[in-house]
């Protein structure tokens, strides 16, 4: 309505968005393993600046209100940083003592220089090869898969996803077009516009395909 139809669809493209909206969500499965846990999922989200806003708040509103710990830890020196749009994302705690703890799941949102910052971590990239070796869960969407994942080698022997414009810098480009894929112990999705679909993919694989379709309708994400 200010800018024009043209405009609209210029600032959509980039966001990867569904043609379908509201239609029942879906992701890729490869390898399926059971994702169990003890009780509630132990979540870490990564943040910096830089970081696409709109994956990182959806993230963490999503597997919240599926009653999952969701702990936002700042990889800069803050906690409060400023993504990728300008907007002030304030952490729970710094990533130091965020990784006192252990996680079901480590998920990286994108934003080129939030993705950048976390390759640069040597405690997060460190935190997701052991978590990788130990067989439990990471995911990454956007520039994430591609600059943090790919970049060290945690893609070996994986199939993932990546922001389309990303998707060149993997190794295995044979399923990119999927909107978010599953492949056994990792996560990996597209962009803002597929974010949705991203965490409650993980929160279908902790806690059920009922719990996410209760979440998806209550957000009016589907019919």
Not at 140 to 146: Q, R
Not at 166 to 191: A, F, H, P, Y
Request: with cysteine.
């Amino acid at each position: 309505l200010l800018y024009g139809k043209e405009k609209a669809d210029e600032v959509a493209g980039p966001l990867v968005m569904r043609s379908n909206h509201g239609a029942e969500y879906n992701f890729k499965e490869l390898n399926p393993v059971k994702w169990t846990v003890a009780s509630s999922p132990q979540i870490l989200v990564p943040i910096a600046n830089g970081t696409e806003e709109m994956e990182a708040v959806i993230i963490v509103d999503v597997l919240r209100r599926a009653k999952a710990n969701v702990v936002v830890a700042s990889v800069e020196g803050s906690l409060e940083i400023s993504a990728s749009r300008k907007v002030k994302l304030v952490a729970d705690v710094l990533l130091d003592e965020a990784l006192n703890n252990p996680y079901d799941i480590i998920v990286l949102p994108g934003g080129l220089g939030g993705a950048q910052a976390f390759a640069n971590s040597d405690e997060l990239v460190d935190s997701l090869k052991k978590q990788r070796e130990s067989g439990r869960f990471y995911g990454a969407i956007c520039a994430s898969p591609a600059l943090v994942l790919e970049h060290h080698g945690l893609l070996k022997g994986k199939k993932a996803t990546a922001f389309p414009a990303m998707c060149s810098k993997l190794s295995d480009t044979s399923e990119v077009e999927n909107r978010v894929i599953v492949d056994g112990n990792l996560v990996t999705s597209r962009g803002p516009g597929t974010t949705m679909e991203f965490a409650l993919a993980i929160t279908e694989k902790f806690l059920g395909r009922e719990k996410a379709d209760e979440l998806a309708e209550a957000m009016l994400f589907v019919h």
